[in-house]
């Protein structure tokens, strides 16, 4: 017969990139669905999220990671080392910059830890709907002897131009191997997680300065009731009174607005209706406390 069959491929790619560059954006474009938060603060995204693309004849794991920055906190620690960690073992990492804001002291750092890893790097130059041709030309030429690029693809996450040329050209660097999914599952991430990360990013919307980085969400309770809703207890921590009244807003308006966001989204997600009651809880300093973030996920 002589007919060679395709070989169906699959393996781990990493996404690292300063904070607010796209990361989450492009991963949500790659899977189709929305499963990694996305704002325009830093530091959105503090776990690995883990996002499943599967293909006719190949799967992608996806680690969306947290930005990589200096460490303030045990929180900010954590984070750094989750993004490391997704440098390693990956078949390849997108390495994505933000071409409209240019190469910053953060895009060094990450550079100079992506030297030492073995794994084929390939530069996104992300954001191409904001800049003309003349400026892609100069981020490119500025950007392309930086490191030994195995690929160099100028992309918008937002608009989705070139997420097909991403994708195949990363299907040529996975290893044969089988399909570790069902096709259908887009996360490995708990459903909890997700709606927890659904919740957090609603308030990072609609609050600014400290109260970001100061919340933790968590889903405390989730039941399917007889008649088909999804009933969802989750609880806010922020670390101060003060920040318990800016999240519930001048007679709850914040915090309803917040629940409604968040319903939708995670209505969404499980495809089903969902009754979603939220609560506001002070946890002083939980971001320094190692017993506070291993209850709230965040496990190193
Ligand atoms: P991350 O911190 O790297 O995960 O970045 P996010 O995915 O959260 O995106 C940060 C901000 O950049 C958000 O406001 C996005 O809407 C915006 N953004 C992401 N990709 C693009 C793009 O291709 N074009 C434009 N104009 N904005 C983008
Ligand atoms: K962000
Ligand atoms: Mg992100």
Redesign the pocket.
Known sequence: SGATEKKFRSGFVGIV?R???????LMNKMIGQKIAI???K?Q??RNKIHGVLTRDNSQIVFLDTP?IHKPNSKLGDYMIKAAESALSEVEAVLF?VDVADGFGGGDRFIIERLKTVKTPVFLIL??I??IDDEKLMQTIIQYKDMLDFAEIIPI????GNNIDTLLNQLDRYLPEGPQYYPADQVTDHPEQFVCAEMIREKILQKTREEIPHSIAVTIEDMKVQENGVVHIGAVIYVERDSQKGIIIGKQGALLKEVGRGARRDIEALLGSKTFLELWVKVKKDWRNQDRVLRDLGYRS
């Open positions: 990139g904070p607010n560059v796209g990361k989450s954006t996305m704002s325009d830093p959105t995204t930005g994505l992300n954001k709907d904001k918008s996450a937002l608009q």
